[in-house]
């Protein structure tokens, strides 16, 4: 059940994000082309280069919609699926709060590390080839050496993973807001949002007190952008497993015991 | 010794806002195999029991039993219901809701769906967006009555449709359910849904005033349910 529930959800918006994904990627290529000539003709003013700032523009747009509409599309479909009047249907069907649950998290999360990785690849097409090394001079080497012993250690490795688990407590908590929001009998969005804020409030000041507490390392130090101490690594998995245990078991404690379907 | 298809005991649910009670200490118990009209004016508990036996709420106290199992997965999967609201996603077209319904409950009879789709003339490829009310609820009652299920649950369904729509209505749910299933319609409208019931349970201010037969009103009291609920209701 939970793989048809996962169906569903991704089928749900696919028309959506494909067409933005399809404009992103097409202006990602008509700019790259035309970037290339500017490149070439850099003496001098031509057309050639409004119509390049015009579609950089038209790229930025598109970039940035991709990211926050790919946000837009996923909360809604959480909301309208589980607590407006398709509710009536997802409740009903043979299946458990939390597969709800779950299903709406991976089919979220599907959805947006699709669309990041759609904005990486056009970038790659707009920047490959046009840009080079010899462009930015010595500051790329200084650049490259800074980051190359993250590039190459397990440090990367590590700081994916939390970014990849932060990702997918980040969509838990706005899962849990809204949760939080259709308890209320009026004005379930704005609650919502309230909530969800109020979350974000408590819990960096909670990660600022515990940083500051527990981890001994001079965070601020360069170095510390590039590595950092097992304590870091271990009490940032301890806070995610926490704030899952909370946001996905309160989403389905409230799912379960306290739906409130308009 | 069958399973009651419905239990209910000292079944109770309040409402957060303003202390209303929903259902207060009912007991009801539902056999298998009949058509059970749930009779009473508005507000008087008649969507909040639907919702009880649905899972789409959580009562106060007490227990409730569909087909003896607690409310959840298993007993979803032997209840068809029909809300008062539309609850389909209006974008989708009509096939594609056959493709879920037919994903999520095993006892969804696709043929008879399109037959039942065809008689009425609606093209599976049309967007439920396109239209009109009455068809849409039409199409939703299709969706529901094409399951076999145990147990039919229909909120007023047939609130707000025309009088031919009714007849279509009522002739659909006689037609196309299981005999040895259990149907249960909430509906004010006593006059249209009186010849088709089998059993009547009347509920006022969110408790069971009367569980009776038909036949049992017409012996005893000697008296239609409509002029029953008409007495029991009176203001």
Redesign the interface.
């Known amino acids: 059940?939970l793989g048809?529930l996962i169906?569903?959800d991704l089928k749900?918006n696919r028309n959506l994000f494909l067409l933005m994904y399809g404009i992103l990627l097409a202006s990602a290529l008509g700019t790259r082309v035309v970037i290339s000539d500017v490149v070439q003709e850099l003496e001098g003013y031509s057309n050639v280069g409004l119509v390049a700032a015009f579609l950089m523009m038209s790229y930025m747009v598109a970039l940035v919609t991709v990211s926050t509409m790919g946000y837009v599309l996923v909360i809604r479909r959480f909301y309208h699926n589980l607590f407006g009047?398709?509710?009536?249907?997802s409740?009903?069907?043979?299946?458990?709060a939390a597969q709800h649950f779950i299903a709406k998290t991976l089919s979220g999360l599907i959805w947006l590390f699709g669309s990041m990785m759609v904005q990486i690849i056009s970038l790659l097409i707009l920047f490959s080839g046009v840009f080079s090394r010899d462009m930015f001079g010595e500051n790329m080497d200084m650049l490259i050496e800074l980051y190359e012993p993250m590039i190459n250690g397990q440090d990367l490795i590590l700081q994916l993973v939390l970014a990849i688990l932060n990702s997918v407590v980040s969509l838990m908590m706005i899962y849990f807001a809204v949760c939080l929001g259709q308890m209320a009998?009026r004005r379930r969005i704005l609650t919502a949002v309230i909530c969800y804020f109020g979350m974000s409030f408590i819990f960096s000041m909670i990660e600022g007190v515990v940083t500051e507490a527990f981890i001994t390392m001079d965070i601020y130090a360069l170095e510390s952008l590039i590595h950092y101490d097992v304590g870091y690594y271990l009490m940032n998995v301890l806070l995610v497993v926490l704030k899952m245990i909370i946001f996905g078991g309160g989403s389905i404690l409230i799912m379960?015991?306290?739906?409130n379907?308009e | 010794m069958t399973t009651p298809i419905l239990e209910c005991h000292n079944l109770t649910k309040c409402y957060d806002h303003a202390g209303k009670v929903g259902l207060k200490n009912v007991e009801l118990t539902l056999g298998r195999g009949k058509i059970i009209g749930l009779l009473g004016p508005n507000g008087s508990g008649k969507t909040t029991l639907i919702k009880l036996i649905t899972g789409l709420l959580m009562p106060q106290s007490g227990e409730l039993y569909v087909a003896g199992y607690h409310v959840g997965p298993l007993s979803k999967r032997v209840v068809s219901y029909l809300p008062e609201l539309t609850y389909l996603n209006m974008n989708q077209k009509v096939k594609h809701l056959f493709d879920y319904f037919e994903d999520f409950y095993p006892d969804f009879r696709r043929e008879r769906a399109e037959n039942m789709l065809g008689r009425l003339g609606i093209s599976p490829e049309e967007r439920l967006k396109t239209m009109s009310k009455g068809t849409k609820e039409k199409v939703q009652l299709i969706l529901v009555m094409s399951r076999d299920a145990e147990f039919y649950v229909l909120d007023e369904p047939i609130a707000g449709v025309d009088p031919a729509a009714r007849d279509y209505i009522l002739e659909t749910i006689l037609s196309n359910r299981n005999p040895e299933s259990s149907v249960l319609l909430s509906t004010h409208l006593i006059h249209d849904i009186e010849p088709v019931l089998d059993e009547v349970v009347m509920i006022k201010e969110g408790q069971i005033q009367l569980v009776s037969t038909v036949e049992g009103i017409k012996e005893r009291y000697g008296c239609s349910v409509d002029e029953m609920f008409r007495e029991v209701f009176k203001c």
């Open positions: 059940m048809k169906k569903y749900a009047s398709e509710g009536y249907l409740f009903t069907l043979p299946v458990t009998r379960q015991k306290k739906l379907l």
